[in-house]
């Protein structure tokens, strides 16, 4: 009896005391328990089972919860409860069924998703008949280590970053204020951005430096007693110590870590060790830009933002983080939005991207494009697949969510000033660059990553990975 056999019998055991949700029940939207139901009751799933697994993969992969019951568009009901245990333990071998299946397949993408939401979901709740040492833990184990082998086996030979220039551009000549506004919101990627720019001799034409009203971690407001005129600045300051806390700590507690990450951001990415330094030493904003702009904000949505924005002349806006950026704004006529996703478009778009790139491939990616309401969606300009790292620090002592940050902290802005220094380099405009639309059927997007993939992508970059990380769920 093969693995996926004794597993629909598992399912059929699971099934007795279950007994089938009322079709016509309250809940508002899709009822979670009567789909994993009509799943379960299936032993030869067709392309609607499939469907059906693949909506609540994606529901549990994005927010490692499952609620009773969602609308069509995948948003939780408004009065929907967490589903149960009993309904939970059901999922489990719901997922395992489907990474089974997916195995058969080439899709190494729709096999990784597979993998990552049971993985999640394992960690959530682990039934005794897939606990430690079980006939199912061990086939699963065995069955992601070799998945692991062969892909990193065949990662593939990318081609080398080649930049084209926009229609009837030249580039602009060193020491100029270039036509680009940066919607400077703190962090590791904006600062990556300044420092590329700089280092070409070149200056945005304007900072609008985003400072949050609210605390980040929270949430309350900040200096709500301090006047107007002092109250930017104090907010500002404590946005900045929050926001590059991690990033600090780890230049202090794991020098030679972050020293590795850097001498190999110079060589393969080519930018200079005096850049880098710099991004990390947090340069005042007016040694970019003769004109600086700060705006106390409570998120992208604000009505400030908006009304500031409003009234700035026709520019292109380098974005550069602080969440989701409202359809309102992308409307703005006279205004467009330049991002850079860490990804090859529309191959590997979503959450955590730098990491599945290098999963995927042994490469980092990065695409610019201009933004338009949805998950990296605009029409591209250009994607790019990176040199691939090699890093071999030893990863002894080092905790996996320290690593997680350093990936974020010190690897993945370089990925997207990359691309950036090749589109402000062949460069003078920005607004009307050569672009085209990408097909919203086509790619792959991808949810954060659980720690058992974390942890193999950060094999692929880090050479010489320990057994103790790639061994721990």
């Not at 600045?233 to 926001?243: G, H, L, V």
Request: positive net charge.
């Amino acid at each position: 009896m093969n693995t996926i056999t004794k597993l629909e019998k598992l399912i059929e055991k699971l099934l007795i005391p279950i007994n089938k949700p009322r079709s016509d029940n309250k809940l508002a939207g899709i009822d979670t328990c009567l789909i994993l139901f009509k799943i379960a009751s299936s032993t030869n799933w067709s392309k609607k089972e499939i469907e059906r697994v693949n909506f609540l993969s994606k529901r549990f992969d994005i927010s490692k919860k499952f609620f009773l019951a969602y609308y069509s568009n995948g948003r939780k009901s408004v009065n929907a409860k967490l589903l149960d245990p009993t309904w939970l333990e059901l999922a489990v071998a719901l997922f395992l069924k489907a990474l089974l299946l997916s195995l058969n397949s080439s899709d190494r993408a729709l096999q990784l998703k597979r993998y990552n939401v049971l993985f999640k979901i394992l960690d959530t709740i682990q039934p005794e008949w897939i606990a430690v040492d079980t006939y199912f833990e061990k086939s699963l184990m065995a069955s992601w280590a070799n998945f692991i082998e062969v892909l990193q086996e065949n990662t593939e030979v990318m081609p080398s970053p080649q930049y084209a220039l926009s229609n009837s551009n030249t580039p602009v000549t060193r020491g100029n204020s270039i036509p680009l506004t940066v919607l400077f919101y703190e962090g590791p990627i904006a600062r990556a951005y300044l420092e590329t720019i700089s280092s070409l001799g070149l200056k945005p034409q304007k900072i609008i430096e985003l400072v949050a009203a609210k605390d980040i971690a929270t949430n309350k407001l900040v200096g709500r007693f301090l006047p107007k005129f002092m109250r930017s600045d104090y907010a500002s300051s404590i946005q900045k110590n929050k926001i590059h806390y991690w990033s600090r700590n780890l230049i202090k507690t794991h020098p030679e870590f972050i020293d590795a990450i850097s001498t190999e951001i110079q060589e393969k990415f080519e930018f200079t060790k005096q850049s880098i330094d710099n991004a990390n030493s947090l340069r005042p904003l007016s040694d970019y830009s003769d004109n600086v702009e700060s705006l106390l904000v409570d998120g992208l949505n604000d009505a400030v933002l908006f009304e500031n924005l409003s009234q700035q002349p026709a520019s292109a806006l380098l974005f550069t983080g602080g969440g989701l950026v409202p359809s309102k704004l992308l409307s703005l006529q006279h205004l467009r939005f330049l991002h850079i996703h860490p990804g090859f478009l529309p191959d590997i778009r979503g959450a955590d991207c730098t990491l599945w790139s290098t999963l995927i491939t042994g490469h980092t990616s990065a695409t610019c494009f201009y933004m338009s309401p949805g998950i990296d969606t605009g029409d591209v300009i250009y994607p790019c697949w990176l040199p691939p790292l090699s890093l071999t620090s030893r990863l002894d002592g080092i905790e996996r969510q320290s690593i997680y940050r350093a990936v974020y902290g010190f690897i993945d802005p370089w990925v997207r000033s990359f691309v950036l220094r090749g589109i402000v380099g062949k460069n003078s405009q920005f607004l009307e660059l050569s672009s085209y639309n990408q097909d919203k059927s086509e790619g792959n997007t991808f949810h954060f990553m659980s720690h058992r993939l974390q942890q193999a992508a950060f094999g692929s970059i880090f050479k010489a990975s320990n057994s103790k990380l790639s061994s721990e769920r």
